[in-house]
């Protein structure tokens, strides 16, 4: 009996320690995805931030509302 319990836990701690090695990978995975979207955002916010600019700077040189309707 002390055999199969033991042959049981051997087992499991296998499975244990494939779970671990499955998990470590995953996280890794999902670290180095973490860290690639992360520099997309920042790419992206300085896209906005340009382009938010450019449009500030056009708008700016459009004549008023108020010199339209007095010409």
């Known amino acids: 009996m ?3 319990e033991l042959a049981t836990l051997d087992d499991k ?3 244990l320690i494939h779970l671990c090695k499955q998990l470590k990978l995953e ?7 973490v860290l ?3 520099q997309q955002k920042v790419q992206l916010s300085a896209k906005v ?3 938010r600019n450019r449009v500030a700077a056009i708008l700016a040189k459009l004549p008023d509302e108020e ?3 007095g010409e």
């Not at 996280?27 to 995805?33: D, I, M, S, T, V």
């Open 27 to 33: 996280n890794h995975a999902l670290r180095q995805q």
């Open 67 to 69: 010199e339209e309707d």
């Open 49 to 51: 931030e340009g382009t």
């Open 13 to 15: 701690i296998g499975q």
């Open 36 to 38: 690639s979207l992360q």
């Open 2 to 4: 002390m055999d199969a």
